[in-house]
């Protein structure tokens, strides 16, 4: 998953430190075990500590974006989000849906030179990104495989196709310093001129990827599970190209005496999207990641 984005509708926080979620393209965050007949359903709301980076441009202004979460947490006046991941399976066959929604706030860096035959004009500055951001994907996941390790132990890889869908709405703010120099030789006269400007441009992006991808599940035993999963899609008919990786590790544990399934993991989705509009350039070419934490529900 490299891209554009921006600032307010990122993330938010589940807590203090975990922004609480919602897609998470890859099916790994829970699954049942396939059943002989009827069907199995898991919950997993999930928390993503997102680190961002990448480039986001609007109205033809670009801002490059390279901050941590903590950093995100630290200097963000909106910190609001949901994650969650939802699977049915019946046998090989499973049905997923992943939820992703953020308002965020985060500050980046802007820089440009212009230059002609007489003149340069350099210009550099700070930009905060004020960034709501909406991600759904659903599909379908098919296993095509499966190794019976021991009693309780197995191997299994899914095939998957889905959609995701994506809603971007930037606000990006620039805070600017230009120098401009103008250098006419025959009047031997050199001249510089620096100011200050402040610029505010804002944007709506809507768009959706094909995606295919593939899963792997492992069972080392009862309660304790390893899931990778990985999938590409845009192909230029919604983005030009987005991927996502999802490792995680699944456990049993209780919690003040309640039985839970617990997962812990990490999580990379990019995305390279531009428009050309009216007034110039809109799009993201942005890499999100971070850990990923959540409780998972089955019935």
Request: proline share 4%; net charge negative.
């Amino acid at each position: 998953m490299a891209s554009r984005l921006t600032a307010r509708g990122f993330w938010g926080a589940a807590g203090a430190a975990w922004l609480v979620a919602s897609p998470v393209s890859a099916s790994d965050l829970a699954y049942p075990d396939p059943a002989p007949s009827g069907w199995e359903f898991s919950f997993t709301p999930y928390g993503w500590m997102i680190n961002v980076n990448g480039d986001v441009s609007a109205r033809g202004n670009t801002a490059d974006i390279n901050e941590d979460f903590f950093q995100i947490v630290e200097k963000s006046d909106s910190l609001l989000a949901w994650m969650s991941y939802f699977e049915a399976r019946k046998g090989r066959l499973a049905l997923f849906t992943d939820v992703v929604w953020m308002d965020l706030s985060f500050p980046g860096h802007f820089q440009r030179r212009l230059s002609g035959p007489i003149a340069s004009l350099d210009i550099k500055g700070n930009a905060t990104l004020d960034y709501q951001q909406l991600i759904v994907q659903s599909g379908v996941a098919y296993e095509i495989a499966r190794w019976q390790r021991a009693p309780g132990s197995f191997t299994a890889i899914d095939v998957m196709g889905s959609a995701r869908y994506w809603s971007e709405d930037t606000d990006l703010s620039l805070r600017l310093s230009g120098t401009a120099t103008v250098d006419l030789e025959r009047l031997g006269l050199k001249l510089k001129r620096s100011g200050r400007v402040a610029v505010a441009r804002g944007n709506d992006l809507e768009w959706v990827d094909p995606v295919v991808g593939a899963r792997l599940r492992h069972q080392i035993a009862p309660g304790k599970r390893l899931g990778l999963t990985g999938d590409v899609g845009g192909f230029g008919a919604g983005s030009d190209f987005s991927w996502q990786v999802v490792g995680t590790y699944g456990f049993d544990t209780t919690c003040l005496g309640q039985p839970l399934h617990m997962v812990l993991g990490y999580r990379a989705l990019a995305v390279d999207y531009s428009e050309t509009g009216r007034f110039g350039k809109e799009g993201l070419d942005v890499v999100q990641h971070g850990p990923v934490m959540g409780v998972t529900f089955n019935w």
